[in-house]
């Protein structure tokens, strides 16, 4: 079955990066892409960005822009998504997804995430 | 951007009942509109691709309509287990922005 999972919750001082780990199975990690989502304690969910597993392409987030890196492996099926410079208001529960994506009017689409990871809680705190 | 807005923003119901929760884009999306569903402490689970298209074991009494600005996600029957937040994702155009959710309790 399809699963993703990713790395345990962190606690960062304002300023330094975190970086988490999103270890996918069950399925030809290139063949989908991987979104990543945050939430804000009681708050809604937020697109960060998306990249293509098959060709390395991302498409960020205006909010997270020059701040947010999303890499993947191949070699072991593991996307990961750093984020620089962080700030109190970095503090969410960060989500990786797998992504159904098309290429249309000369771009990729990401389009809808059928499988989760369970969230890695990022706390920024002084 | 395209801004999604979803109403109401909570509503409460009984089992049994029919409920209907509304996104609205604020230009034409066509038909590229998720519904998920999040419970407490859960990662979001996808009910509804392409408006209307429902995801494999999801239960029929879930079901989405509607195309370019206007839609819906309907929940006939409503039982325990629905007691949950709703989201709408539209997927036409960067970014593809949620709705601010709906939150339905039993």
């Known amino acids: 079955q399809v699963q993703l999972v990713q790395s345990g919750a962190e606690v960062k001082k304002p300023g330094a990066s975190v970086k988490v780990s999103c270890k996918t199975s069950g399925y030809t990690f290139t063949d989908h892409g991987i979104n990543w989502v945050r939430q804000a304690p009681g708050q809604g969910l937020e697109w960060m960005g998306w990249?293509?597993?098959?060709?390395?392409?991302?498409d960020y987030a205006q909010r997270v822009q020059g701040r947010v890196t999303m890499t993947t492996d191949t070699s072991t099926n593991t996307a990961y998504m750093e984020l620089r410079s962080l700030r109190s208001d970095d503090t969410a529960v960060y989500y990786c997804?797998?992504?159904?994506?098309?290429?249309?009017?000369?771009?990729?689409?990401?389009?809808?995430?059928?499988?989760w990871g369970q969230g890695t809680l990022v706390t920024v705190s002084s | 951007d395209i801004q999604m807005t979803q109403s109401p923003s909570s509503l409460s119901a009984s089992v049994g009942d029919s409920v209907t929760i509304t996104c609205r884009a604020s230009?034409?999306?066509?038909?590229?509109l998720n519904w998920y569903q999040q419970k407490a402490g859960k990662a979001p689970k996808l009910l509804i691709s392409?408006?209307?298209s429902l995801q494999s074991g999801v239960p029929s009494r879930f079901s989405g309509s509607g195309s370019g600005t206007d839609f819906t996600l309907t929940i006939s029957s409503l039982q325990p287990e629905d007691f949950a937040t709703y989201y709408c994702?539209?997927?036409?155009?960067?970014?593809?922005?949620f709705g601010g959710g709906t939150k339905v309790d039993i």
């Open positions: 994702q539209q997927s036409f155009s960067y970014p593809p922005e």
């Open positions: 392409a408006a209307s």
């Open positions: 230009q034409t999306i066509r038909n590229y």
């Open positions: 990249i293509s597993t098959s060709n390395g392409h991302t």
């Open positions: 997804a797998r992504v159904y994506y098309d290429y249309i009017w000369g771009s990729y689409r990401p389009r809808y995430s059928d499988s």
